[in-house]
């Protein structure tokens, strides 16, 4: 039981840490951050008011860039191993780039670029100023 919330444009990078730790509190949330055009991906897990790890790629800077904080999940490894496999293969396509987006996708089951036709959408928009 996953609320998506899809924010069209945002402030880079990703709203303050404290606005993330507020909106945790009690529950899971994990945030994804798609910035395609510079080949840039984040994904984190916050927990409890707390951040539990983060996984960030700027393709625009290196495409084998890959930082990482925190405690990763176990499936971590198995994923960075396969992406830089095929990179080292196919140097033309940025797979790096899909590593913080698998891990959120797998917490999640929903990735930004896959449908999600079973699933159901609100879209957040500004309110207007009473005047």
């Excluded at 949330?29 to 951040?51: C, P």
């Excluded at 196919?90 to 996708?105: H, K, M, Q």
């Excluded at 959408?121 to 309110?127: A, G, P, Q, T």
Aim: net charge negative.
């Amino acid at each position: 039981n996953w609320a998506i919330i899809i924010l069209g444009y945002c402030s880079f990078p990703n709203p303050p840490d404290s606005y993330l730790s507020a909106f945790s509190q009690g529950r899971e949330l994990v945030v994804v951050h798609i910035e395609e055009h510079t080949m840039f991906s984040r994904a984190e897990l916050w927990s409890a008011g707390k951040n539990i790890w983060r996984v960030w790629h700027s393709g625009d800077k290196e495409v084998s860039d890959l930082q990482t904080t925190g405690d990763l999940p176990a499936s971590f490894e198995t994923l960075r191993q396969r992406a830089f496999s095929q990179q080292d293969k196919e140097g033309d396509v940025d797979y790096v780039f899909d590593i913080p987006l698998d891990l959120a996708a797998e917490l999640t089951g929903f990735r930004h670029d896959e449908g999600a036709p079973d699933r159901l959408f609100f879209e957040l928009v500004e309110k207007p100023a009473q005047h």
